[in-house]
Every structure is written in C-alpha cells, then in structure tokens.
C-alpha cells in the first residue's frame, strides 16, 4: 500500500468543549469566514483561510448545537439547548434578536435572502422567523414526524429540508404551503445536510452512508428520487461535504476520529487525516475548496489545506507533507482581512503535526 503523505493542519484552540458545527460564509469582498458551534455555550467567528480567531458570541446559557452565517456574513445565527436562538452582528459581535422556543434549538439557518430563519429541535417544529419584522411570532410549519437534527433551504428558498435525530430520511417542504412534498429515504438518521453552492446536490450523512441527491430532480415523480451517489463508510460518520469548485471530492468524518477525503466519482479513498483526539462531529469544505474544516469532541478545529485544485483529482501536496503556502486568487478572496483580527493569547491557531498523539 502507498504510504499517505502527513498533511499538517491549522489548529484553532477556543473552545472548552465539544464543537458540533460548523459554517462557512461564502467569500465576501472582505474574505470569507468559518463560524462554529460548541457545547461550552459561545460560538465562535474565525478568518476562513487562517483560522484566526475574530471574535466570541456571548449570551447563551446552554450548549450551542447549531450556527450558521447569512449570505454576507453580516448576520450570525445559531441554536441552543437554552430553548433560544440567536442573531448576532457579525461585525460587532452584538446580539439583535433572541427568538424564545419550548425545548432545545438544534439546527438554524438563513435563507437565501437573508430575511428568513429557520430553525429546528426538539419541539418537532419548523418555525420560519421574518427577521424584518422580529418582533412579529413565527411561521409555525407543520409537525415534523421527529426531533429535528438539521435544517436547509434549497431551490431559492422555495423548500426547506429537515431531518431527524430519532429516524431515518430527509423531509422537503414546500415553503408556500408548508406541507412535506419528498421524503428522501435513509436506513438511519441523517446526520448532516448540505445543500451545494451552486444548488445541485444535497450532501447526506446517515450512519456509515454518505449519499449525493439532485435536488433539481427532486421534485419529479421518478423511483430513485433524485438518489446520485451512494458510497458505504469505513465507520460510523457525522458529517460529509462535497467540494464546491468541481464537485470532483468529497469529505467525511466520524466516529474513528479520521478525516476521509474520496473521489465523488468513484468513492475510492483519495486521503485519510489524522490529528483529532476524539470524533468528528463536523466537516465543511471552504467556500473556494482550497480548504477544508474539521471540528472534534476534542474542543479543536483543524483546517486542512486542498491542495491547488485541478479538474482532475491530483492533489499537490510537498513531498515532506507539510502545506505550502496556499496561493490565494483574486477570484477567491477579493480582500483579506487586515487589521481585523483580535488578538487573544487562549485562542491563536498553530500547527501541529496530525497523528501526534
């Protein structure tokens, strides 16, 4: 067997416990930016390409399950098991709105617009919240079937995706009418959903399955539903993202405390990183693909670096398996953030060789 070559990744230190979530913005005429999630109560805004801490969100009382950013990375949001979620400034770090619910917030998310929250728990209800007028009470949506585990949005905030932590599948909605329309059928509980950028494919994670969708063929009556891909696991997996530039890769992480990297086209192994000393609860690829996020039961995010990206799948990596300086476009970050970054001695990044254990 060909020996793997060692990527080292940026690990990003913060958080005291478990990080459940991660979001990255898309790239902004200020860079992009990754938000994640954890069990100590405050989210976290990072530098998407360094890692570089930003800032902290302060005012939950309980473990953060859920966070996501809006279009512009204007507007924060995430879900709590204090029954409450939250927009946040993304700028100043201020909380706008707190929207009050009955049990534990697991999944939030902005629509496309941005004017729309959605969120999801242990209530078994989807609430739409129009933030133009936050005072006004949500959108009750019809009774999810479980506890809800994730939300999306899809086809230009025409349907919402929803699935559950107590059974199998993923569930569309017509937003108009708010009634179920498709039901994408899993053996197990779909942990992670991601909707592409560009809208073509729903990325799932059930059990040890990770399955690719078209969502443009969703809505067609036909026997496989949209069903592109279908690849078995090595483990138990949380969470898998598809590479948005060629859609030629895919991630997934895990149980095994592994980073998976796979060819879409074959589901064949193409890397496997190691640095995490407890599971993967969360991957996400940046918005440019020339990176990708790991969060860990260990309290760390890693970011590994790509490669520079090809249509096919070769990836450059150095020979000593250290990273290179990554080669940043104009087309991929317009503007890096300078002077933006506050420094704080208990939340720097630095590099450390994955399987140091």
């Known amino acids: 067997m060909d020996k793997k070559k060692v990527a080292v990744p940026l690990v990003c230190h913060g958080h005291s416990r478990p ?26 805004l990072r530098n998407g390409e360094t890692g570089d801490w930003i800032g902290t969100f302060e005012g939950h009382k309980g473990a953060v399950w859920s966070c996501c950013l809006d279009t512009n990375a204007m507007r ?3 879900g709590s098991a204090d029954f409450s979620a939250k927009v946040w400034d993304a700028l100043t770090g201020d909380e706008l ?27 078994k209800i989807l609430r739409i919240f129009d933030l133009n007028r936050p005072d006004a009470p949500p959108r009750e949506v019809d009774r999810s ?50 909707v592409s950028q560009d809208g073509r494919y729903i990325t799932t994670a059930d ?50 405390m592994w980073i998976r990297v796979f060819d879409f086209h ?8 190691k640095g995490h000393h407890g599971p993967v609860h969360c991957v996400r690829f940046s918005p440019g693909g020339e990176s990708y996020a790991s969060g860990s039961e260990d309290g760390t995010i890693r970011i590994w670096q790509t490669g520079p990206l090809t249509h096919d ?17 104009a087309e991929e970050v317009s ?13 720097t990044k630095e590099k450390e060789e994955a399987g140091n254990e």
Not at 22 to 39: E, N, R, W
């Open 207 to 256: 059990g040890s399955t990770v399955k690719f969708w078209d969502a443009n063929q969703l809505l067609v009556s036909f026997p496989s539903f949209g069903l592109v891909k279908s690849y078995n696991m090595p483990c138990t997996i949380e969470s898998a993202s598809l590479e948005p530039k060629y859609g030629n890769k895919f991630i997934a992480g895990g149980e095994d």
């Open 266 to 273: 074959t589901g064949d192994e193409i890397a496997c990183n």
């Open 19 to 44: 990080v459940v979530d991660l979001f990255y913005s898309p790239i902004t005429p200020d860079g992009f930016f990754l938000i994640s999630a954890s069990k100590d109560s405050t989210p976290m």
């Open 76 to 78: 924060a949001a995430s």
């Open 335 to 347: 503007r890096k953030i300078e002077g933006f970054h506050i420094a704080d001695e208990g939340k």
């Open 313 to 329: 799948n070769t990836e450059a990596v150095p020979a000593n398996g250290s990273v290179g300086k990554v080669k940043v476009t």
């Open 145 to 194: 079937p479980g506890s809800v585990r994730t939300v999306a949005w899809l086809h230009s905030d025409q349907t919402m995706l929803s699935s559950c932590s107590d059974m199998g599948g993923v569930r569309l909605w017509d937003v108009r009418s708010g009634k179920i329309v498709q039901t994408l059928e899993t053996k197990s509980s779909v942990t992670s959903a991601e």
């Open 97 to 123: 709105h707190s929207f009050e619910h009955k049990h534990i917030v697991r999944a939030c998310a902005f629509s496309e617009d941005t004017h729309l929250l959605l969120t999801g728990g242990v209530e």
